[in-house]
Nanobody
Framework: VQLQASGGGLVQAGGSLRLSCAASVSTSTSFNMGWFRQAPGMERELLAS????????IWGDSVKGRFTIFRDNAKDTVYLQMNSLKPEDTAVYYC?????????????WGQGTQVTVSS
């Protein structure tokens, strides 16, 4: 499985971005995908995950109500919609295939995309 993350960039606080993760295999197959982020000096944290049937979970308390995850199996792509962005959302964002909440349980990773939120 190869994953290609994109959509990061520089945005002002309060703005929105949509990250995309294109998979080299059909996302309609039964695997779970997650979006993580890692800020400098911080551990990588799971923000949201979605299973093969589209059931989504937002794990990060700091992003609940602002971020949503969804998938388009026709495009083999999973998205992270980020609204009301804050400077503390600045990080490198990664998509990954795996299960659970621990990064170690995810076997395949995208290359990361930088999100910078200015105040």
């Amino acid at each position: 499985v190869q994953l290609q993350a994109s959509g990061g960039g520089l945005v002002q606080a309060g703005g929105s971005l949509r990250l995309s993760c294109a998979a080299s295999v059909s996302t309609s197959t039964s695997f779970n995908m997650g979006w993580f982020r890692q800020a400098p000096g911080m551990e990588r944290e799971l923000l949201a995950s979605i299973n093969w049937s589209g059931s989504a979970t937002i794990w990060g308390d700091s992003v609940k109500g602002r971020f949503t995850i969804f998938r388009d199996n026709a495009k083999d792509t999973v998205y992270l919609q980020m609204n009301s962005l804050k400077p503390e959302d600045t990080a490198v964002y990664y998509c990954a295939v795996g299960r659970g909440i621990r990064p170690g349980n995810y076997d395949y990773w995208g290359q990361g995309t930088q999100v910078t939120v200015s105040s």
